[in-house]
């Protein structure tokens, strides 16, 4: 098993996240990041999704948060991204950030 990944993520802040400002409901996030779970599946772009609706910074770059080794990430985000196969979405995950669609890239 590697010690270094590449992945991309979209973020839905929500308003029970700690330090943002979204005033979104956690429930409306979830629904939200799982409607964009569902137009993947349905063939849209990764990148072009997170340009649209990230939260994070990252997302002008088509969510791409570059490679990173254990311990860089917070530990559900880490343990989701690691899990996951090149070219390979997971489901919704939730840290204290919000919700996140990870793709591993690499």
Known sequence: ?????????ILLMHADT????????????LAEINEIKRRLGAGEDFADLA???SDCPSGRDGGDLGSFRKGAMVP????AAFALKVDEVS???ETEFGYHLIARTE
């Open 18 to 29: 700690g330090g943002g400002d979204s005033e979104r409901s956690r429930a409306d996030a």
């Open 76 to 79: 559900a985000f880490e343990q």
């Open 1 to 9: 098993m590697t010690d270094k990944i590449r992945a991309s993520h």
């Open 91 to 93: 489901d919704a995950i």
């Open 51 to 53: 340009a649209e609706n």
